[in-house]
């Protein structure tokens, strides 16, 4: 008879408590194994691929594995490229050698999990690559990356894996931080709208159906508040309380909760002094049960080793992190010894059997234990998508009238001038010889007149290609100044035991990327001066920052006729910019994290609490440009913001679903039609606890015809005027606040809105 638990009609919890029932303590612990790095879990054997001794002896050992990272995984880090890794056209194949060697040591048939990192793209040989997250937020269109995510996670799933890593969770508090690039940006509203983006477009929705056969189950990094370590430092501690917490690194956890994400990666961090993988409030009294997660958590790569500080010995560690919430570990060798744990009583074995249930829904909802079903043939438009996200992210800062550029004669100079290489981001797989197109090469086909030179490099000060660069820009009408820095691993990068990377040598060029924190945030010295000698010659200037975190760009921003900021947009870095510079396409992106002045003026993010402060003594308060900036076609003139109706709303009536519109008008004066982002922000006038400056609530892109005006009506209900109790969950005050409006946070306008009834 077929066991429950291999009948595809069942419900789901029904087939994993029967499987559940069948199995030993020691098959339990092997389902919360993700211990093994996947490129050595096999090996080429002839034309294809066999298990490794290593694979065999793992799933051996546990009658089965939970999950595997990485098979397909490339970089320098792993070592795996072009000569030795995985094509898409031999994913399926591994995967499929790979499953038969777990499952044949299973003696239940479990099948494993195949987790890959798909921050940007599929890190893997052939995989597309999207905008890093810090150009999608760029973009402010949560739809665009939904359709751009379906089809990566179609492309994924069809090399044979089931677990998608995406980085949508962090919140960026302090831009010396290296993974600035794999953020949202400073605004949690922000994020919280694309990191539901991603859930529908990679997995689909609803937190417990069957994820359909071209998704994927997704596992969303970080929970929480691993983007506000002190000083920018990677793997530092936080100063976090549980209301910061809450108010700015708790609503993307909350959103990927509603949206029914299948999984969470604990953050690295510390919460209070408790790291996350040891956090219990955290983890399960706060996600699981205050914001009503219901998916799997897992570690970070060896995070879980990291409690040996705190225990003293593995069994100890094992079961701290078990009680905390932790289902799947990462590279460790502490869960090996959760069989001591339970022996010396430290945890119960119900707690492993919680966890192993959420691990074996996952599998059962990807459909692993049934006949494969067929995918959605429909066609798929991953790199026209990519391209769109990345024109869509190009931010012009500034321009005092020297764009468009046409007939004129180019010199295109700086690192980033000529390659693609430094504009790719982080987590992103070596790519195929002459992939993308670069701003030079962008530019000459488009039939601008072009010279170029790189000039300087990323980070150093070598002034030797200055000169040859210079005599260009002499020569041209225009320089374009390719300018910024790099997360680009190489032969080169030294790592960290859990690939977080250590650039060493006078000639490293990576200056951001997991582990290359910065603490000046300023551009190389190299380029400066290229920057410097450029304007000297009198020739006027363009400059293209491409970069993967804010950096200080005073004397960029000065020097500059025109500035544009680029975030890691991918291999179309140069369609994408040369489209802005000709005029071709209008500058749509907007900025979703402030620009500071100097590194030592920071934070300088907008959302802060709302105390009266003049600046230190050297130096103004506030960014050199405000979150949400950026110029379009031809500037818009935004009225007084006004409610329908006008009167006090009750609280009880909001949680009925009252709601309100904010109505704004745009007037276009200009020749030509212009974009914009109208942005609604939510300041507190009276409230039980102290209040931000503002707080994003709402967004709308418009485009106005040209000596034009347009209407815009935002919605105002309880989302937009709730803030959240200590535990993250929305919360509505009686008192007053005001309805901002703005095309960025530092230019707002706002109208009075009181809130009767109670709580007050």
Sequence with gaps: MTPPYRRAALPVGDRVRDLLGRMTLTEKIGQLNQRLYGWRAWRRAGDGFAATDQLTAEARRYGGIGAIYGLQRADAWSGQHWGTGVTAAEGAELCATIQRAVTAESRLGI????????????????????????????????????????????????????????????????????????????????????????????????????????????????????????????????????????????????????????????????????????????????????????GLVMADG???????????????????????????????????????????GLVAETAIDRAVERVLAVKFRLGLFDPLAAADPAPRETTRLAAELAARSVTLLTDDGLLPLTGKRVAVLGPHADTVAHALGDYTAPQRPKTGVSIAEALCAAGVRVTTAPGADIATDDESGIPAAVAMARDADVAVLCLGGSSARDAETRFDVNGAARPEGPRAQMTAGEGVDLAHLRLGAGQLELLRRTAATGTPVVAVVVQGRPHVLGEVLATAGACLAVWYPGPTLGTAVAGVLLGRREARGRLPVSLPRDAASLPVHYNHRDHAWHGYLDAPPGPALPFGAGLGAHPLVLSEPRLVPDGPVGVADLHAGARLVCRVTLRNDGPVPASAVVQLYLHRVTASTWPRARELRGFQHVRVPAGGSMTVELPVGAAQLSTVDDTGRPLLEAGVVEIQTGLSAADVTGVRLTLTGWPR
Aim: net charge negative; aromatic share 6%.
């Design 302 to 344: 060896t995070a879980l080793d990291r409690l040996l500080r705190l225990t003293g010995d593995p069994a100890s560690a094992a079961a701290m992190a078990l009680r905390a919430g932790i289902d799947l570990s990462l590279w460790d060798e502490v869960y090996p010894h959760l069989a001591a744990a339970v022996e010396r």
């Design 111 to 294: 099948p494993a999990l195949f987790v890959e990192e798909v921050p940007h793209g599929h890190q893997a040989l052939d995989g597309t690559v999207l905008p890093v997250a810090l150009a999608v937020a760029s973009t402010w269109d949560p739809d665009l990356y939904e359709r751009a995510c379906r089809d990566v996670a179609a492309e994924v799933r069809a090399r044979g894996a089931h677990v998608a890593l995406v980085s949508t969770l962090d919140i960026l508090r302090d831009p010396r931080w290296g993974r600035a690039e794999e953020t949202f940006g400073e605004d949690p509203y922000l994020a919280a709208a694309f990191t539901t983006a991603a859930v529908r477009g990679m997995q689909g929705g609803g937190a417990d159906g069957p994820i359909p056969p071209d998704r994927l189950a997704v596992v969303l990094k970080h929970a929480a508040g691993q983007g506000a370590t002190v000083g920018g430092r990677n793997w530092a501690a936080t100063e976090l309380g549980w209301r910061e917490l809450a108010e700015i690194h708790l609503p993307p956890v909350r959103a990927a909760a509603e949206a029914g994400a299948a999984g969470l990666m604990a953050a690295y961090s510390e919460v209070d002094g408790l790291p996350v993988a040891a956090n219990r409030r955290l983890l399960t009294e706060v996600i699981r049960g205050d914001l009503g997660f219901a």
